[in-house]
């Protein structure tokens, strides 16, 4: 009996004790400076965007403009250039840096100085080899643990090899994905009249990132996964699948800006545990030099790239897929329809 008291009163006082809720204390980071600052040596469009937070409980809104600051860029050898405001917020930069020098930006808003470190202008990246393999990916849809809220879908997963490059350790991959699909419309008499379709996405996700491996006697990157591609896609009325159009761009960053994206993409990942990264965490190269407590989100990034484009498509059964590099770098629209002649960047 005395036994049974005893349990009685353990199980009452756990039950009483998850009564109580925790409320954690989160930190108010509304109105902090947020710098979009990703240049690519020889693009025309490159330009820092400067944007302010929003507090934790504001719920999704679009993000402001910092408005009234102005932006600088400085080399090693201590030449300033005043970047130009073309839209609030928003600085354009110059599009050719100089290969043997650094680069640094300063940013005065309001009665703070941000200062990035010194980024290098890395060389041109090269891939070794880029191939697919058919795979199955498993997507959860409803987010519960039942097995009917799972799909598996078919597809090739496509992967990247690239040999070890002292200069360039780090690269950062992104990519559009071009569908493209055709309709034969039948005409009484007279051949089919073709209409040739596409439509193109960026692939989601977190930052597709690669580094040389750090416990390995090879620093070659091997088998890196890069993006996925669906074997068939539902197509409306008669329309036939043709293939898919990747457009791969390899970046070639420095290490802190991978550390910065490995961050990030620790936090986007996470799964609400208590030891999950918080967007503190992320290693940014930018720091307030005015006043060490003032908060600053974004990183300062020089990159050189390189533009890759693949077409993938599903044989059969057993020849698998074809993956081959395409030369054409016709521009390609975000969606369109030609009729007869298909585009300059059609492949088939």
């Not at 979009?36 to 402001?64: C, E, H, M, W």
Request: with cysteine; net charge negative.
């Amino acid at each position: 009996m005395k036994r049974l008291f005893i349990y009685c009163f353990v199980i009452a006082t756990l039950v009483s004790g998850c009564e109580d809720v925790y409320v954690p204390d989160i930190d108010d980071v509304s109105d902090a400076i947020v710098v979009d600052a990703r240049i690519v040596n020889g693009r025309s469009d490159n330009y820092i965007r400067l944007t302010k937070s929003q507090g934790f409980n504001d719920g999704f809104k679009s993000y402001p403009a910092a408005i009234g600051g102005n932006v600088f860029l400085i080399d090693d050898e201590g030449k300033e250039a005043e970047l130009q405001e073309f839209a609030d917020g928003e600085f354009y930069v110059p599009s050719n840096l100089d290969f043997d020098r650094e680069y640094k930006i300063r940013i005065e808003y309001g009665s703070n100085t941000f200062e990035s470190e010194f980024e290098k202008v890395p060389p041109v990246p090269t891939l070794d080899s880029v191939y697919g393999i058919p795979e199955v990916k498993v997507l959860e849809v409803t987010g519960a643990n039942d097995a009917d809220d799972f799909k598996e879908i078919q597809g090739v997963q496509m992967y990247a090899d690239m040999k070890s490059t002292p200069d360039i350790p780090n690269y950062r991959f992104t990519s559009e994905k071009v569908l493209e699909f055709l309709w034969n419309e039948p005409q009484e008499l007279l051949p089919d009249i073709v209409h040739y379709y596409w439509k193109k996405s960026t692939a989601g996700g977190i930052f597709n990132i690669a580094a040389s491996p750090e416990y390995s006697s090879s620093k070659d990157i091997v088998k890196h996964p890069l993006y996925f591609f669906k074997k068939s896609v539902a197509m409306e009325g008669d329309s036939i699948m043709i293939g898919w159009i990747m457009v791969l761009y390899q970046h070639a960053i420095s290490e802190s800006s991978y550390k910065y994206y490995k961050d990030l993409n620790a936090q986007l990942d996470s799964e609400g545990r208590i030891f999950d990264p918080v967007y503190v965490q992320a290693r940014s190269n930018i720091k307030c030099i005015s006043d060490s407590k003032e908060v600053v989100l974004g990183n300062f990034e020089i990159s050189n790239v390189v533009e890759y484009r693949y077409f993938i498509r599903f044989i059969s059964e057993k020849a698998g897929y074809e993956v081959r590099e395409v030369s054409d770098r016709s521009p390609i629209p975000w969606r369109g329809e030609t009729i007869d002649i298909p585009p300059p960047f059609w492949e088939q």
